[in-house]
Nanobody, 116 residues
Framework: QVQLVESGGGLVQTGGSLRLSCTASGSTFNIRTMGWYRQAPGKQRELVATVSSGDPTKYADSVKGRFTVSRDNAKNTIYLQMNSLKPEDTAIYYC??????????WGQGTQVTVSS
C-alpha cells in the first residue's frame, strides 16, 4: 500500500504564491509517475502537472509559466510551486502517483483558494 500526505494549501490573494508538497510512504518502489491534479466546484478533475523518470514533465496549458513541479526521489516527495496565482486556480489539489502493476493512488486533497 502507498499512503500520500499532502500539505501547503491555503488562502492567498491574486498574484500570490503557494507551495504544495506530497510525500509518499509505504510500498513506493514501483512508483512511475507523480503528479498534481485539481478539481474546482462543478468541474471535472484535471491534470495540473506530472513528472516521471525519463519522460518530459507535463503541464496544463493554463499553468505553464506560473507553476513548477519538482520531485525528490530520495524523499518520495513531489512539490508544486505555484506563482502568480489567479482566482481560477481555486480548487482542491490532489496528489497522484501511478504505480507499476497497480495503477493510480490519490491523496486526500488540499484546498487552494485565490481571492480576487
Amino acid at each position: 500500500q502507498v499512503q500520500l500526505v499532502e500539505s501547503g494549501g491555503g488562502l492567498v490573494q491574486t498574484g500570490g504564491s503557494l507551495r504544495l508538497s506530497c510525500t509518499a510512504s509505504g510500498s513506493t518502489f514501483n512508483i512511475r509517475t507523480m503528479g498534481w491534479y485539481r478539481q474546482a466546484p462543478g468541474k471535472q478533475r484535471e491534470l495540473v502537472a506530472t513528472v516521471s523518470s525519463g519522460d518530459p514533465t507535463k503541464y496544463a496549458d493554463s499553468v505553464k509559466g506560473r507553476f513548477t513541479v519538482s520531485r525528490d526521489n530520495a524523499k518520495n516527495t513531489i512539490y508544486l510551486q505555484m506563482n502568480s496565482l489567479k482566482p481560477e486556480d481555486t480548487a482542491i489539489y490532489y496528489c497522484n502517483v501511478n504505480l507499476l502493476w497497480i495503477g493510480d493512488r490519490w491523496g486526500q486533497g488540499t484546498q487552494v483558494t485565490v481571492s480576487s
